[in-house]
């Protein structure tokens, strides 16, 4: 049985985070909250990559989909296409957006750090995400402007949202030999176990 401490979630800070200078300020915080940095690399999406970690996944597709139909409907706007077309469409867009410029993708180990982490990025949109978290903080996008402006939302950072994503993302950023096992100083006080 892997130890607590062994979880492992991937972070992907977007162009627009890059772009404007927050990558220290955000790294910072993850490794101020006690999780170990095991792999990092600022790296250009290729369409490729883009194209994997955006994966077309039918059901996602279709309730990417659905929720977008359902914004529509709640701000009185029709829309007649199908949940899978508009997945499609915006899968693109988010492909579009995430190979633009740089990235810089890393790799997060700890305790429940998939939870944690999905926790401090803050909600999607970031005009109502809470203040405290990263999008919070530093985000100013709303889906009104990105639909204005017919682009995905910019909301600086991406973050697996399960054991299985994480496995499934690490593998499309990171090869085995990227990812270092090491001990910070904290970890025996973090982790001691009595």
């Not at 049985?1 to 890059?18: F, G, I, N, R, S």
């Not at 401090?120 to 109502?128: F, H, L, W, Y």
């Amino acid at each position: 049985m892997k130890h607590l401490k062994e979880e492992k979630t991937l972070v992907v800070l977007k162009p627009d985070a890059v772009q404007r200078a927050l990558v220290g300020e955000i790294l910072s915080r993850f490794e101020r909250t006690g999780f170990k940095i095991v792999g990092m690399k600022m790296a250009y999406a290729s369409k490729e990559l883009a194209g994997e970690h955006y994966a077309d996944d039918e059901e996602w597709l279709i309730s990417v989909g659905e929720k977008t139909k359902q914004s529509y409907a709640a701000k009185g706007i029709a829309n007649d296409e199908e949940p899978k077309s508009i997945g499609q469409r915006i899968r693109q867009q988010l492909m579009d957006f995430i190979s633009m410029s740089p990235t810089v993708a890393f790799v997060l180990e700890g305790n429940d750090v998939i939870n944690k982490v999905r926790v401090m990025i803050g909600g999607t949109a970031p005009n109502s995400a809470l203040p405290g978290t990263i999008r919070g903080d530093f985000g100013f996008d709303s889906y009104g402007l990105a639909d204005a402006a017919g682009r995905p939302i910019q909301n600086l950072i991406h973050a697996s949202d399960s054991v299985e994503s994480a496995k499934r993302e690490i593998a499309i950023w990171f090869k085995e030999d990227e990812l270092h096992s090491y001990e910070r100083v904290d970890e025996a006080l973090n982790y001691r176990i009595a």
